[in-house]
């Protein structure tokens, strides 16, 4: 009969190899937490006090910055972008008046002119301000739109009733009805066409200060300035909006936009 002391060993050994060893484990963090570190863990200071001096307008945040350019330096000659607050400040007084830099915050002043194309929108982008400032011009247009004479009106007597058409009908009409004739989408889009808009913004000197990255420094039109540059005008007019109201905005539209293009409105 074989004896049961070898397979108890054996057992016993096996148990104590499978048991979790604490003190050794402790032991290694400690040792490789002090290899590593001689100091209280903190965050870079690159990210928190330089980050902190700057406007977010003049600086791309350093953990957005990539640590080499993916893509090859595109060829031809290089857009200059404008980084001097005085030129910028002097578009505005072009555009709103004298105290036209004031009605805007610095943050909000450099957000309105920056197109997502410039450092691929690392430090914001107008497009939201667009999307408000569009609204409110589509809709003084078609109040402006209303209220202008309409080149063809149905025909009136000399005291301005409608007369009778071929089958004796007589229309409706109403004061309030007149300008409805010209209200549609085609007579809106011909009057905010991008290149009378652009034409606009360069009368300001939007151009000069807008943000953007062009495909092509040599044609800039065919990368797309209009475009860019009524995005410009949209988004003062949101930015206006939000930070002075919506009469102010409404007033600048009417007549720093529409006016420019031929509308006349009432000093009343």
Known sequence: MASARPLRTLLSTSRSSLRPVQPARQTLVRTSACAFSTSTP????EYETEAADRPRWQQTPPRMMAPFRIRPIPQGPR???????RKLDHAYVKMLGPAGPQMLTDEVKWLAVTHKSFEHGKRGFNDR????????VNLQ????????????????DEGGRALPDEYGRIPFTHPALDG????SQVATDRVLDKERLAGIAERYG??????????RADNLEGSGQNSVLTTSIYAIIGALALERGGEVANKVTQEKILAPLGFHFSTE
């Open 206 to 215: 939007l151009d000069k200060v807008t943000r953007w990255v062009p495909k």
């Open 141 to 156: 247009t078609s109040q402006a739109l209303l209220n202008s004479p309409q080149a063809e009106s149905w025909p009136k």
């Open 79 to 85: 857009f200059e972008v404008n980084d001097d607050p």
């Open 180 to 183: 409805l004739a010209g209200l």
């Open 42 to 45: 903190s965050r870079a200071p």
């Open 129 to 136: 301000l667009a999307f408000i400032g569009k609204r409110i």
